[in-house]
């Protein structure tokens, strides 16, 4: 579907798709220092979007990212957006500050990038296992509440939503029956984050079968393995903690540091670019996955990450958590 491969950069996907980028609005979940959600809004910025907003828990952090974006394109607005995923109500607020944008009456893309990677048991203000809750539950109750901006009834505006995964998805599925597990008792980090890695992709499957004939277009994405921030705070015992359980599970690629497909930040966000803006992405692709700026075989990862049946479950569990039905 395209030329790009595992070594093409953002810039390169950027200076392809510079027409597509030219006056489009993009919301980034998780533009925080060293990430590659800020790295995708610099690349971007050079090919002159209308407006970038900025959502983030920690607003203080985006100031930088903002004068750099003004650096480059100082016609581009910045909008910095108050986004805390581990609480509903922060993004109930944020959600309702989006949808007050007189000036804003759609969002072409919608990058949801935030999240967290093998952290230590703990919940969301909810109750939910902080990896699902705001990997995953933050980012379904954020979107479908700015959904307005999104779409168009008629199917007449086509818009994009990119939810950021990963190869970890291969780690675990979605936990339907313990998705908590059993309140820390029996917690693994690493099945942690592949459930909501996992759920990522099937939301993308989910999001598209509703939302297609509205001008709706998902897809989730596997960047490749970056040192970001994402990682810094883990140690050697995590890493060799992956590597056992990639061993017990037959997963040769998570046994070492060799076996994940490293990359610089450049190479990472290629695969955001693509899906935001190239044009093989269309309605025949919708809730696929992406790697290596390319659309994946269906085979290429794994069934419990796109099963429709599975999508539908999380939907449902996902309304459940945060106590509201999103009907399309």
């Known amino acids: 579907m395209s030329n790009f491969n595992y070594d093409t950069t953002g810039e390169e996907v950027a200076s392809v798709c510079s027409d597509e980028i030219l006056g489009k609005i993009i919301l980034i979940t998780g533009p925080s220092p060293n990430s590659l959600a800020a790295k995708f809004a610099m690349t971007i910025s050079v090919h002159a979007p209308a407006m970038i907003i900025l959502a983030s828990r920690d607003t203080s952090k985006l100031e930088e990212l903002a004068a750099s974006i003004k650096e480059i394109g100082p016609a581009i607005a910045i909008r910095i957006l108050r986004l805390d995923l581990s609480s509903q109500a ?98 693994n980090r690493w099945y942690a984050y592949g459930q909501s890695k996992s759920a990522n992709m099937l939301f ?32 050697k015992d995590a890493w060799e903690e992956l590597g056992g359980i990639g061993f017990q599970l037959g997963l040769p690629r998570f046994t070492s540091y060799e ?27 919708n809730g696929r996955h992406l790697r290596d700026s390319q659309v994946l075989e269906i085979r290429g990862y794994k069934s419990w990450a796109r099963d429709p049946t599975d999508a539908e479950e999380l939907w449902k569990l996902s309304e459940t958590l945060v106590g509201q039905e999103f009907n399309y």
């Open 204 to 235: 993308s499957v989910a999001l598209a079968a509703r939302l297609a004939k509205k001008g709706l277009i998902c897809v989730s994405l596997h960047p490749g393995s970056v040192f970001t921030n994402l990682s810094s705070h883990l140690d």
């Open 90 to 187: 922060s993004i109930r607020e944020a959600a309702q500050e989006v949808n007050s944008y007189e000036d804003v009456p759609y969002i072409d893309v919608l990058v949801n990038s935030a999240g967290l990677m093998a952290v230590p048991y703990s919940q969301t203000q909810e109750g939910i296992e902080l990896q699902f809750g705001v990997n995953h539950v933050g980012h379904f109750l954020f979107t479908n509440l700015i959904m307005g901006k999104l779409i168009s009834e008629d199917g007449s505006r086509s818009s994009r939503v990119l939810n950021v995964s990963s190869v970890g998805h291969e780690l675990s599925r979605v936990r339907f029956e313990d998705y908590n597990f059993k309140d820390g008792q029996y917690y």
């Open 259 to 285: 076996g994940l497909d490293y990359k610089t930040q450049q190479q990472g966000v290629a695969t955001y670019v693509f899906g935001a803006f190239h044009e093989s992405i269309t309605q025949q692709v």
